[in-house]
């Protein structure tokens, strides 16, 4: 899923390629995808976007005459930035907006349509889709602690839960995790001040950098290459890879759809978590730690 570093530079790119141009029709061609009624795609024609923002993973077009376009990427959803003088899109694509100057344009991978698209009137009808999470790089050490706190969780489920801290998913709280040096489970109310600061510090570090990163990759472009797994990433998506930091394996927990990634070495005091689908199949063999997986490799 494209998190806050991935959909800032989608919004400069969209600044940059149709901010001020004028929407000459939106076209629906998977009708799943549009979940609102009113108003009508046909009362966005002719409307110049205005702006251009972001409400936590969402992409917020604001058109003249106080109408907006809140989209949700979802998982597998991504935006397409296409000329005037190239073809219409084809099928695979789930909606197409045609300005004055390009086509934006929605594919998404995968069977599962879960991507949507929300055209509303006012501002309170936007609001209503914000999530409500800190924006943390907007936020002090301790309105992060206030956000974190309120309510017990894990680290890795503070992280990704859009109502407590905005914008962050499962790939970059993996970054920020390993940065950190914090396990994916400890407690959000049980860090010592300095672990918290740590931890602050470890969000605002992983999303600055890598916004900047992606930003310098896109240039002056539209970005093509949105991906949750890169090479440069420290442990997310790196399952049995050395951590670049002290070369142990990196170790994954697999649930439901989803998977956390993280290093025994650096964040858990040697200690392993038990991966569901594997522990049940070895169960008694499974390694608890660093050293008997060394053992049992060897």
């Not at 009808?125 to 790089?137: F, N, S």
């Amino acid at each position: 899923m494209p998190e806050l570093p991935d959909i800032t530079i989608y919004i400069e790119a969209l600044r940059r390629h149709a901010g001020g141009a004028t929407l000459e029709e939106i076209r629906i061609s998977d009708p799943f995808v549009l979940r609102s009624v009113f108003p009508a795609a046909e009362d966005f024609r002719g409307r110049e976007l205005v702006s251009v923002s972001r409400l936590g993973k969402r992409i917020v077009l604001t058109f003249a005459g106080d109408l907006h376009a809140v989209i949700h990427l979802m998982i597998a959803g991504r935006l397409r930035w296409r000329a005037k003088t190239a073809k219409p899109p084809g099928r695979s694509a789930l909606f197409a907006f045609f300005f004055s100057t390009g086509t934006l344009v929605l594919n998404e991978a995968g069977s599962k349509r879960r991507a949507s698209l929300y055209l509303v009137e006012g501002r309170e009808a936007v609001a209503e889709h914000d999530p409500q999470g800190l924006e943390v790089l907007e936020a002090d050490l301790e309105s992060f602690r206030a956000a974190i706190t309120n309510e017990r969780h894990t680290l890795k489920r503070t992280l990704t839960d859009p109502r407590i801290l905005s914008g962050i998913g499962n790939a970059y709280s993996d970054e920020i995790l390993h940065r950190a040096r914090l396990s994916p489970f400890r407690l959000s109310d049980a860090l010592s001040d300095e672990e918290m600061a740590r931890f602050f510090g470890a969000v605002v570090a992983v999303l600055g950098e890598w916004t900047e990163r992606l930003r310098e990759e896109v240039g002056e472009g539209f970005p093509i290459k949105v991906t949750a797994f890169r090479e440069e990433m420290a442990v997310h998506g790196r399952f049995g890879k050395p951590c670049p930091d002290c070369g142990a394996p990196v170790q994954r927990i697999r649930y439901a759809d989803s998977e956390c990634n993280y290093c025994a070495g650096c964040q858990t005091g040697g200690r392993l978590f038990a991966d569901r689908s594997l522990s049940r199949l070895l169960k008694a063999d499974w390694p608890k730690t660093l050293d008997d997986l060394e053992r049992r490799s060897k």
